[in-house]
């Protein structure tokens, strides 16, 4: 299965400013997904980002809030814009490494706002 | 649309002991059913999952889970607990549609104590 790095692994930020989440995968991969897991919550998906095009996003996420870039098929960046304490959560991004519902899951970003 | 239930947020039991966590699902369609474990400061991995076929499904670490249909349940099993297995789990299901689209329960922490 594919190795996903995600980086940073956590960070504190003032309320205001914005942070720019990476992942890079070991291989190719066409769909590159990102969640959010709030404190006590379960996991809900952000949006969905394809390469050369611009990313699919969920009820309730706007891409001003959270712009993706994915330049080419092994990596992509969320940026949780504008922080408010609000969005302090954990931030995790994934790939589909087989054809068969295999989901890679990289090992989060832990985010609070202060 | 649908939704996961994971009835325990947690379950503490006993090395060598046996464990069943909870999961019911609800969808007016087919689905895939997932388990996911989350170990401390770590990604999501996938234990096991229902796409088709036998309802018992058999994951990594000696984890089981049998698709019951009639009572719209994933429970997960494993006979004999060790120390290593305190994580927490996660509940996920997907109806094939889009891609990625899982959605998940908000997990029951697993506490093995000695």
């Known amino acids: 299965s594919a190795v996903i790095s995600q980086k940073p692994s956590r960070d504190i930020c003032q309320r205001g400013t914005s942070l720019t989440i990476q992942c890079q995968v070991d291989s190719q991969v066409t769909m590159m997904f990102w969640y959010r897991q709030q404190p006590g919550q379960s996991l809900t998906l952000i949006a969905t980002a394809n390469q050369g095009s611009e990313a699919t996003y969920e009820s309730g996420f706007v891409i001003d809030k959270f712009p993706i870039s994915r330049p080419n098929l092994t990596f992509s960046t969320l940026t949780v814009s504008n922080m408010s304490p609000e969005d302090s959560s954990i931030y995790l991004c994934?790939?589909?490494?087989?054809?068969?519902?295999?989901?890679?899951f990289g090992s989060g970003t832990r985010l609070t706002v202060v | 649309a649908q939704s996961v239930t994971q009835l325990d947020s947690q379950v503490p039991v006993f090395e060598e002991a046996p464990v069943e966590l909870r999961c019911n699902y609800s969808?007016?369609?087919?689905?895939?059913l997932f388990w996911y474990v989350q170990y401390p400061n770590q990604g999501l991995q996938l234990l096991l999952k229902?796409?088709?076929?036998?309802?018992l499904v058999k994951g990594i670490n000696g984890f089981e889970a049998e698709f019951n249909k009639s009572q719209t349940s994933f429970h997960l099993r494993k006979p004999s607990v060790h120390i290593s297995d305190t994580a927490e789990y996660f509940c996920a299901v997907s109806d094939g549609g889009s891609q990625g689209n899982l959605i998940f329960g908000k997990g029951t922490k697993l506490s093995v104590k000695p």
């Open positions: 229902y796409l088709s076929g036998s309802t």
């Open positions: 994934s790939v589909e490494t087989d054809n068969n519902y295999g989901y890679t």
């Open positions: 969808s007016s369609v087919s689905v895939y």
